[in-house]
């Protein structure tokens, strides 16, 4: 797949649904709309408590006030990261906002296929509670192939669980990239 991105953690908890990473409100915004597609971004992950946003200190905000792009390239989180409704627009407005991929203890089953299909992100799962050990701010590097996450921050290095069969779709762009490639479906 070669995808190796490097960049700022932000750092969350548990149990951030879907609500907290694209505000309901925001859902009015029409994605096939470019203009109205790129404000996705400025809401992603809004929703977030202030004291669970940047553990442990809290109130660090993933995209800046009046901004439409975040500092940050990778999410860390805890476990059942995107629990809650089905909502596509999650992993497009995380996305939006610029950054690459999520590496999280657990995620619901939901944000992370949403995540592989629409090829919005790339979601890796972590044996270890990174939560504790990468604080938001750290330089992080991912190696998606290599399934690992190094903290350049710390020097520490995080062993990841391979993406598997997701990987070569996450590499195509998307499920519709991934079948069109392949010859299954045609334009």
Excluded: W
């Excluded at 946003?53 to 009046?66: E, I, K, N, R, Y």
Aim: with cysteine; net charge neutral; proline share 6%.
């Amino acid at each position: 797949m070669g995808a190796v991105i490097r960049g700022k953690a932000f750092v969350v908890g548990d149990n951030v649904d879907t609500d907290q990473i694209i505000p309901a409100e925001y859902l009015n915004l029409n994605p096939s709309d470019p203009a109205e597609r790129k404000l996705f971004g400025r809401y992603a992950l809004s929703g977030v408590p202030p004291a669970q946003s940047g553990l442990p200190g809290g109130g660090v905000s993933f995209v800046q006030q009046g901004r439409e792009a975040s500092e940050f390239a990778v999410v860390v989180a805890g476990r059942n990261f995107g629990c809650g409704s089905s909502r596509e627009h999650a992993p497009l407005a995380i996305r939006q906002a610029g950054c690459r991929a999520v590496v999280a203890q657990s995620f619901a089953r939901i944000f992370y296929r949403n995540s592989v299909n629409g090829g919005y992100l790339v979601p890796m799962e972590t044996p270890a509670r990174l939560v504790e050990e990468i604080a938001t701010g750290h330089e992080v590097e991912l190696d998606a192939d290599a399934a690992t996450l190094k903290d350049i921050t710390t020097g520490k290095q995080y062993k990841l669980s391979p993406l598997g069969e997701a990987a070569p779709i996450i590499a195509a762009g998307g499920i519709f990239e991934f079948a069109r490639k392949a010859g299954m479906l045609k334009g």
